[in-house]
């Protein structure tokens, strides 16, 4: 469990000093009005647009598998906002990381803490069960004003931004524990305490059922939040945010715990995380990261790739 964010002069050397300049600028737009910086947003995310074009061809072929009823021209417009958004979603970290709590209040709007609340007075713990949505960073800093949890996290392979997410994670978190660490995150949630918790990626063949994921018949799905739940003695609650339209600022909405999960039948629990996984990206498709190869992994390894 990382509890602190551990710095060294390491971090000063002269090859990380072109990434230390671009923090100190992004620093700097984090004090213009939000509207401006999502404004800043939507240019680069049409810049990556025209530069990425692996990035975009993943995307636009998810966007083909998961909703092939969809016209053409639906499909290209969704993958243009999806790139704007996704060039706003720099922003959201960047304030996330470095917003004061009195900033983050000031442009927030949250639903459902009652649930929250009463499930850990009930002596169980919560596990947050969110989608890799675009500003994601930024609900769990709203979350950590009101209740701070213990986030679920991949450390980074570069030193100096490992330094920097965990700094600006432990800002709204008690403590992160890598990925992979089952046994910490069973111990947190005894505790009892809040975790975070995602299955809408591609994590590989390993511990992965296949199941449904919007059109797509057969999707690899893990199955870590049926065991967690279990080991953990907790209980499962959606998590949703977005970012407003009006791009001023976010709203959180934390549901109510499941009932009668997790289930004695870990595929039916998968194949219900993903109807509520399906029923929260459609509340806005556009600010959900479609650029991950999420069906990378093929039932049958023999199987040729869909990208």
């Not at 009652?114 to 069960?129: A, E, R, W």
């Not at 769990?140 to 700094?167: S, T």
């Not at 809408?200 to 018949?217: C, Y």
């Not at 009932?259 to 993903?274: T, Y």
Request: charged content about 25%; some cysteine; overall charge positive.
């Amino acid at each position: 469990m990382v509890e602190q964010a551990q710095f060294s002069k390491a971090l000063l050397h002269p090859k990380h000093w072109g990434l230390w300049f671009g923090i100190g600028l992004g620093r700097l737009v984090s004090m213009l009005p939000l509207n401006w910086q999502m404004g800043l947003g939507k240019a680069i995310g049409r810049l990556i647009m025209k530069l990425a074009k692996g990035r975009v061809r993943t995307a636009k072929r998810n966007l083909e598998l998961c909703f092939p009823d969809a016209s053409l021209e639906e499909r290209e417009q969704l993958l243009k906002r999806n790139f704007e958004e996704t060039g706003c979603a720099i922003f959201d970290t960047i304030c996330a990381w470095w917003w004061s709590d009195q900033r983050v209040q000031a442009h927030m709007n949250i639903k459902g803490q009652k649930h929250v609340q009463s499930t850990l007075d009930n002596g169980q713990g919560v596990i947050l069960f969110a989608v890799h949505c675009l500003p994601l960073e930024m609900g769990a800093r709203i979350f950590g004003q009101f209740n701070p949890g213990v986030g679920v996290y991949r450390p980074h392979h570069n030193p100096v931004m490992e330094y920097l997410q965990v700094k600006g994670r432990l800002r709204s978190n008690k403590a992160l524990i890598p990925k992979k660490d089952m046994r910490q995150m069973v111990r947190s949630l005894r505790a009892p305490d809040v975790i975070w918790y995602t299955a809408d990626q591609d994590f590989g063949r390993s511990s992965a059922v296949f199941i449904p994921f919007f059109a797509v018949p057969e999707a690899a799905t893990i199955t870590g939040g049926t065991t967690l739940a279990k080991l953990g003695k907790a209980k499962v609650l959606p998590f949703f945010v977005q970012r407003n339209a009006d791009n001023k600022g976010y709203s959180i909405e934390i549901g109510a715990p499941l009932e009668n999960f997790p289930g004695e039948n870990e595929l039916a629990d998968a194949i219900r995380g993903n109807q509520i996984i399906e029923e929260q990206i459609k509340r806005n498709k556009a600010q959900y990261m479609w650029l991950h190869r999420r069906f990378k992994t093929r039932p049958n390894e023999d199987d040729p790739s869909v990208y």
